[in-house]
């Protein structure tokens, strides 16, 4: 069974251009949540998208959005990037929402922002 | 929110050495998970302990629900356990998890 995947792995971007990041959960799963590690803040969660819905939110502006494809597979995306925004953003997936079971998190992708 | 505490924040062995790492958090839990995140950046799970005690190899953990910890011990500790290792816990219905600051542990050989 595929575990999460995210795409791309990497990217460079300068101050001020937006960008999109990509993550199939594992089949079968339809929570996907996204996260943001930085040196400075830690592992600080994003949001939580199930069944194309946001479901919950973490203090992170508005610039940072994302959605949910009715295959799972979810998107975020950051606009106006600020050299704040440099991190590692981890997508985790899960069966469903209220359900006690585990998450699994991708590779990750690592954003650097100059 | 609920806080989660790690301890201690650094932890240095000697191959074949064991260690314990602590996770105290501030609330109750119906979700509990152990990963170790690799110089890579890949976050692995290691358990998913909401309570009780598992085992994996030279891994274990154990949650006592009741009394807001969680502990996982590595025996026989080995180079490639290096790393950092973190606890988090999700409360309510939703799947937000709460990350502790992790524990970073490297292993000589």
């Known amino acids: 069974k595929a575990g999460v995947t995210q795409t791309p792995r990497y990217l460079i971007k300068t101050r001020g251009q937006q960008v999109t990041l990509s993550c199939s959960p594992i089949s079968g799963h339809r929570s996907v949540s996204w996260y943001q590690q930085t040196p400075g803040q830690g592992l600080q969660f994003l949001f939580e998208y199930f069944s194309e819905t946001q479901r919950n939110k973490g203090n992170f502006p508005g610039r940072f959005s994302g959605r949910q494809f009715s295959n799972s597979r979810s998107e975020m995306n950051v606009s106006t990037l600020e050299l704040g925004d440099s991190a590692l953003y981890l997508c985790?997936?899960?069966?469903?929402?209220?359900?006690?079971?585990?998450?699994?998190f991708g590779d990750g992708t690592r954003l650097s922002i100059l | 929110g609920i806080q989660v505490e790690q301890s201690p924040p650094d932890l240095i062995l000697q191959e074949g050495a064991n260690s314990t790492l602590r996770c105290n958090f501030s609330?109750?839990?119906?979700?509990l998970q152990w990963f170790h995140q690799n110089p890579w950046g890949q976050l692995i799970n290691l358990f998913y302990i909401p309570s009780g005690t598992k085992q994996n190899g030279r891994l274990s953990a154990t949650t006592v629900a009741t009394e807001r910890y969680s502990l996982l011990y590595i025996s026989s500790s080995q180079t490639t356990d290096s790393g950092v290792y973190f606890c988090a816990v999700r409360t309510g219905a939703n799947s937000k998890l709460t990350f502790g600051k992790g524990i970073t542990l490297s292993v000589r050989p």
């Open positions: 609330d109750s839990v119906n979700n």
């Open positions: 985790a997936s899960s069966l469903g929402i209220g359900l006690n079971q585990p998450q699994h």
